[in-house]
């Protein structure tokens, strides 16, 4: 079974800096793309940033220029620095991904459970 754990989230100041990691586990055949979205109290679910398997990235206008997305494919894991946080900035993070699982050979789409990072002001 795959799953996306992710990690690092917490509390932090505005102007301040964390770095979410995410991890896929289980039989996995290969990676396209890995990404983080975020899902604030009474607002729909947004992509932050994504990262397909040959570097190229995109971003949200929103957290250009403060966020970096990057990915360790030996690892199958991805990574969100994220840095000058604001507290606009504070949701739930999903990290997301579309992998081939050995087991069906198909693209499908998997999301982690979330990790919570609030920014206080």
């Known amino acids: 079974q795959v799953r996306l754990v992710e990690s690092g989230g917490g509390l932090v100041q505005a102007g301040g800096s964390l770095r979410l990691s995410c991890a896929a586990s289980g039989s996995i055949t290969s990676i396209s793309a890995m990404g983080w979205y975020r899902q604030a109290p009474g607002k729909q679910r947004e992509l932050v940033a994504v990262?397909?398997?040959?570097?190229?990235?995109n971003y949200a206008d929103s957290v250009k220029g403060r966020f970096t997305i990057s990915r360790d494919n030996a690892k199958n894991a991805v990574n969100l620095q994220m840095s000058s946080l604001k507290p606009e900035d504070t949701a739930v993070y999903y990290c997301?991904?579309?992998?081939?699982?050995?087991?069906?050979?198909?693209?499908?789409?998997?999301w982690g459970l979330g990790t919570q990072v609030t920014v206080s002001s």
């Open positions: 997301n991904a579309d992998l081939i699982a050995t087991y069906n050979l198909r693209t499908t789409n998997y």
């Open positions: 990262i397909v398997r040959g570097g190229g990235t």
